[in-house]
Nanobody
Framework: QVQLVESGGGLVQPGGSLMLSCVVS????????MAWFRQAPGKERELVAG???????NYADSVKDRFTISRDNAKNTVYLQMNSLKPEDTAVYYC?????????????WGQGTQVTVSS
């Protein structure tokens, strides 16, 4: 069983910053892809940023140059540094990881953390 626990969400004023963390625990050998998604009220869940185990990072156009995704493989943790936050960044943020076992891909999701950007 694999568990993901996000933290770091909260209320922040426009222009402010937050850092989200997601710690992965359980029984596995290694983590392949790690990513952050978000879902705003009335909208579909969307990819915010992704970081494969050995490739380059990728970002949604709406967050480029403001958000930075990183990972610490020793701690099984993925981070999302969010700067210059805007009201439209308000959403529930979810982390997700992909673990490959015997050539099969398994996706796991966290429970989500609320980010609210408002004055």
């Amino acid at each position: 069983q694999v568990q993901l626990v996000e933290s770091g969400g909260g209320l922040v004023q426009p222009g402010g910053s937050l850092m989200l963390s997601c710690v992965v625990s359980g029984s596995f050998f290694s983590i392949n892809d790690m990513a952050w998604f978000r879902q705003a009220p009335g909208k579909e869940r969307e990819l915010v940023a992704g970081i494969p185990s050995g490739g380059s990072t990728n970002y949604a156009d709406s967050v480029k140059d403001r958000f930075t995704i990183s990972r610490d493989n020793a701690k099984n943790t993925v981070y999302l540094q969010m700067n210059s936050l805007k009201p439209e960044d308000t959403a529930v943020y979810y982390c997700t990881v992909t673990i490959v076992v015997l050539s099969r891909r398994y996706d796991y999701w966290g429970q989500g953390t609320q980010v609210t950007v408002s004055s």
